[in-house]
């Protein structure tokens, strides 16, 4: 059990999308991935996230969006620049975008406990894909931010799109350890 739970937490590591290939969840594992997002804790129960599927057939047009915002950051971008940025919505069998809801400000809940709680949620759907034998990967990237962004995923004013979760199977293990900080650095007694 110990050796499980360990393997569980310390051996999740982030796999680069580009590393993340099919065969995806199937059904059923990808709504037991789903489902772990709603045991994060989560003050007064308003679930202040929300998790998007990119469709197999929004692709193209997500893809058309990351183009369009690097020709709006660099209008000097070269056609493979482009290429590249619009394959990245290409990459993973499962891309889901996270995102919190801050909509209800009379809640009595600050931003910050609705962000931590998305954290969570992020972290268990991380978890339960690992748990499940696949590869998982953060990632955020400057178009997320951007107005084209909003409109694409038809936004509202107080849901902030914070990163996308990309699952599916590794391609190849990157060797190394994972780095993580010694306990001192975030730990000490009061
Ligand atoms: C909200 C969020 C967004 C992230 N976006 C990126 C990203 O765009 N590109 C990237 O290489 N890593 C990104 N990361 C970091 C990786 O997910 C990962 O945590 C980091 O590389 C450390 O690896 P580890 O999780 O295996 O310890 C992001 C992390 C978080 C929490």
Known sequence: MDDYINQLIHGRVHVSPKRLIQPGPSLEQKL?????????????????????????????????????????????????????????????PLLLLAAANL???????????????????????LLMAHALGFGAGLSSGKAIQSERFRELFK???????????TIGTVSKNKPGNALRPDLSVYHSIF
């Open 32 to 92: 037991q991935i789903l489902h772990a997002a709603k045991a994060a804790p989560d003050h007064g129960r308003h679930t202040p996230w929300h998790f998007y599927e990119v469709s197999e057939s929004s692709r193209t047009l997500l893809g058309d969006v990351f183009r369009d915002c690097l020709l709006d950051r660099d209008p000097l971008a070269t056609p493979l620049q482009l290429d590249e940025a619009r394959e990245k919505a290409f990459r993973g």
């Open 103 to 125: 909509n209800d400000t009379e809640d009595g809940i600050t931003p910050h406990e609705k962000m931590i709680s998305l954290g969570c949620a992020i972290q268990n759907i």
């Open 155 to 165: 936004l509202s004013t107080n849901t902030m799109p914070t990163c996308f979760i």
